[in-house]
Structure formats: structure tokens, C-alpha cells
């Protein structure tokens, strides 16, 4: 097998990271099993997934966001990936200022404030609170919503002794969110104002520094 030169940025957004790819001429066709021996941490670059900047299909975006898992699969979007992606296209283009763009979730807008970048997500969807899920440890109640992508939410009083590896691949592979399956958020309220928040990601398959989306959902 031959081999590929790749050019990419290595970037992180509160936590979660993501190998950068500017497509724009569309001429990369990267497979599956690319994307993940690229995003792991042993044998390759490592990330939680990887963006690319490819040509948009979408009335009134700059450019479409397309945004792969670590696992290679494709997903409809990503919070912290998003606001990477608009600093990487902002540099990409000598300091562009606020622009809309394409996801599978639909049109985001990301707008800059100095070194921070603000994105307009898209609605939330499919609320659906105090479901009772049917666990191996017995009946769960869980909140569940799209930001973009699904989540599942579980209030935990002690968010430390919770073990996400275990219980979040339980529920995100479980018959309720199926084919897709959820991302899950395990939150412990602090106060009126704070939440402290665990996230297992959907398609790293593991517990992630942080979740935009998840945040969100939370």
C-alpha cells in the first residue's frame, strides 16, 4: 500500500481535540479506517475526532463542516469542534469575521469576540423527560434531547464515584436509542447556577474532557 502526505492542524476546545483538515477544493476522500488510525492516541496523531472544511450545498453558508468520530464514523455535528472549526477557517482566511456554515444539524453561525469563539447552534429537539430506562442494575431515570446530536442526561448526587466507562456505553448502546444510539451525561447540580457534568461520547466509545453538545443538553 502506498503511502499519503497529509497536511492538518492539531486543535482543542475546552478539552476536547480534533485533528483539522482543510478540504476546500474537495480533492481528500479520507476512508473510515483513515480517520481512525488518525485519531489514535497510540499509532496516530490522536483526537476525539476529525473536521474538515469541504465546499458547502447549503444557501447562506461560507463553507460545510464535516465532522468525524474517532471511531471514523460520521456524525451530524460537534459544539467544541464547531468553534474550532470557525477559528481554523478563520485563519485559513486572513482573519474573516462572523460567517455562517453547513452541518448535517444545520446552518451554525460562529461569531468572534478577541480569543473567544461564539456559536449559534441549531434548536433542540426531541425533549423527553424522566423516561425509565431498564438497566442492568435495575430501572433508570434518564432525560434525553437532541443538540445536534442525541443526548441522554442522568442527576447523580456523587458525578465521582459514577462509573461513566460502564454505565454510559450501557445506555449509549442501549434498544431505546437505537440504530444511532445517544451520547450520555451524567450532572450533578451544585447550586441554582452550576452543574458539574461526565460525558461518554458516542463513537470515541469512552469518557471525553468535555461535550459542547452535552453541555448544552445538560
Known sequence: MGTMELRFTKMNGAGNDFVMVDNRDGALALSRDQIAALCDRHRGVGADGLLAVEPTTLSGALW????YNADGGEAEMCGNGARCFARFV???EGGRGAFAFQTAAGLLRANFEGALVRIAMSEPSDLSLRESLSLGGGNQEVHFINTGVPHTVLVVKDIQSVPVAVLGSEIRHHARFA??????????????????IRTYERGVEAETLACG???TAS
Not at 179 to 196: E, M, S, Y
Open 90 to 92: 478563520q485563519r485559513l
Open 179 to 196: 440504530p444511532r444510539g445517544t451520547n450520555v451525561n451524567f450532572i450533578q447540580v451544585l447550586d441554582g447556577k452550576a452543574l458539574r
Open 213 to 215: 453538545t452535552g453541555v
Open 64 to 67: 460545510r463542516m464535516r465532522y
